[in-house]
């Protein structure tokens, strides 16, 4: 999507989302989580072209859309009668799929519900193959919003504070080999059920649908830990310390440039430059290997702060390959694809995630 048209879609959805701050868009919210670390939390939004065609952005959800989202969601888990769970593992990290809507509602309707869990083990599946690890990671999954604009998003449910960093639940389960907060919920996940998803296992979506799979896919993503804390209104990182991922940012394609070691005026900079990269080894490597090959992988940084689409995902145009282009801020709707890409799972490596085992060859007949 060219940035003329996000601006176009921008600009529609500031009409429908109700009174904001129009200098600088939507105003990125915060949410609180049980450890009392303020965090963004990033979701998909629905926009629709000057042509009439539908395009999904990702970007970080307003204080309106994570009230919306989240804030009813605790009244609702504390009513709800019962959760049903669901064990989901692939070739790697085993997944426990928690479906805490109400009897009868959501992913626990009796006629939508078999076709939404379907869609959404595929997709915890697909995560699976793509990292290592054997402490299960706990998805509440639920398909309730009070934002119409929100139509999906994700994140982890809580931090934990490493060394040298702040950690997500689901990675912080991995590293320790034990689950950190006694098999709760390391991600919170949330669907829109007002909108017309394509469920297709694909990831494609009919016209004028968006697809499920492809969304989810992404959303998970963020969930598991693929997100910057920097403040764009600060430079300084939201948290105590720094995300596995904030580590890895560097400004420019040389090396040795740590978004962690620069003064925050310069990091306010950085996230506006057109030149912000990744540069954990595994993710270069990925990038290396795809069709516009960089010395570091690029990371969204358009010189206009775009609410939370900007230095949380990887650059639109160079990685508009399917490929490598799951974690793209646009398009989110859908592109076909059904697995977590090799750049996207790459730069879970380099966030900590352990490697998928490779399969071990049968035992020779005597
Ligand atoms: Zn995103």
Not at 176 to 188: I, K, P, T
Request: charged share 15%; hydrophobic share 45%.
């Amino acid at each position: 999507m060219s940035i003329r048209l996000w601006r176009t879609l921008l600009s529609l959805f500031l009409l429908t989302a109700g009174p904001v701050a129009l200098a600088d868009g939507p105003r990125e919210g915060l949410w609180v989580t049980p450890s009392g670390f303020s965090v963004p939390v990033y979701g998909t939004q629905l926009v629709r072209g000057a042509d009439g065609s539908l395009h999904a952005s990702c970007g970080r959800l307003s204080q309106e859309q994570i009230e919306a989202t989240y804030g009813r969601s605790q009244t609702v888990r504390a009513t709800m009668d019962r959760e049903v769970r669901q064990a989901v593992q692939a070739a790697g990290v085993p997944f426990t799929v928690v479906y805490t809507d109400p009897d009868g509602a959501g992913f626990n309707d009796p006629v939508v519900g078999p076709v939404r869990k379907a869609a959404f083990e595929a997709v915890a599946a697909a995560w699976s193959n793509a990292l290592g690890g054997a402490i299960p990671i706990v998805i509440d999954v639920r398909m309730e919003t009070d934002d119409p604009n929100t139509l999906a998003s994700a994140s982890p449910t809580d931090w934990v504070i490493g060394e040298d960093r702040v950690i997500p639940l689901a990675l912080a389960a991995q590293l320790n080999n034990a689950s950190v907060n006694d098999g709760r919920s390391d991600l919170l996940v949330r669907f829109n059920p007002n909108h017309a998803w394509d469920y297709d296992l694909s990831g494609n979506a009919a016209p004028g649908m968006v697809s499920f799979v492809y969304t989810a896919l992404h959303e998970v993503g963020h969930g598991l830990g693929f997100l910057s804390l920097f403040s764009h209104e600060t430079g300084q990182v939201l948290t105590p310390l720094p995300s596995p991922f904030d580590l890895w940012m560097n400004r420019s394609q040389a090396d040795g440039n740590r978004l962690t070691a620069r003064a925050p005026e310069q990091v306010l900079e950085d996230l506006r430059s057109g030149d912000l990269y990744f540069a954990g080894p595994n993710a270069v490597q990925a990038g290396l290997a795809s069709v516009r090959p960089l010395p570091l992988v690029k990371l969204y940084a358009p010189a206009e702060w775009e609410p939370g689409s900007s230095a949380s995902h990887v650059d639109q145009e160079t990685y508009s390959d399917p490929s490598v282009g799951l974690m793209r801020p646009s398009d989110v709707g859908g592109i076909g694809a059904s697995v977590v890409d090799a750049l996207t799972a790459a730069v879970m490596l380099d966030l900590g995630y352990p490697a998928v085992a490779p399969v071990v060859a049968s035992a020779s007949r005597r």
